[in-house]
């Protein structure tokens, strides 16, 4: 069992920053891809980034590259989302996830965490 607590959402004008942290319980962080994933109202979830359980592969969804940056640090337990340039349609709920399995997968079977809020204003 992996419990799993997002911080960092908040309100942003277009163009600021926010970095997003992902906070994971239990001793196994390391077992487990990440990702990163936003749904936004009226929308269908959509994958945002995703890491593999040693860091070493990483996706973005093309509209998020060259603006997101997603890590981890297997000692803290922890994966972050470094969001820059942040435009409104980048507005949603963002929520992180594990699984054991394939680090782009959808992560249907894996644990989720209870979102963020991002609003980013125009």
């Known amino acids: 069992q992996v419990q799993l607590v997002e911080s960092g959402g908040g309100l942003v004008q277009a163009g600021g920053s926010l970095r997003l942290s992902c906070s994971a319980s239990?001793?196994?962080?390391?077992?487990?891809?990440m990702g990163w994933f936003r749904q936004a109202p009226g929308k269908e979830r959509e994958s945002v980034a995703a890491?593999?359980?040693?860091?070493?592969?990483?996706y973005y969804v093309d509209s998020v590259k060259g603006r997101f940056t997603i890590s981890r640090d297997n000692a803290k337990n922890t994966v972050y989302l470094q969001m820059m340039s942040l435009k409104p349609e980048d507005t949603a709920v963002y929520y992180c996830?594990?699984?054991?399995?394939?680090?782009?997968?959808?992560?249907?079977?894996?644990?989720w965490g209870q979102g963020t809020q991002v609003t980013v204003s125009s």
């Open positions: 239990g001793r196994t962080f390391s077992s487990y891809a």
């Open positions: 996830a594990a699984t054991t399995g394939y680090y782009r997968g959808t992560y249907d079977d894996g644990y």
């Open positions: 890491i593999s359980k040693n860091g070493i592969l990483i």
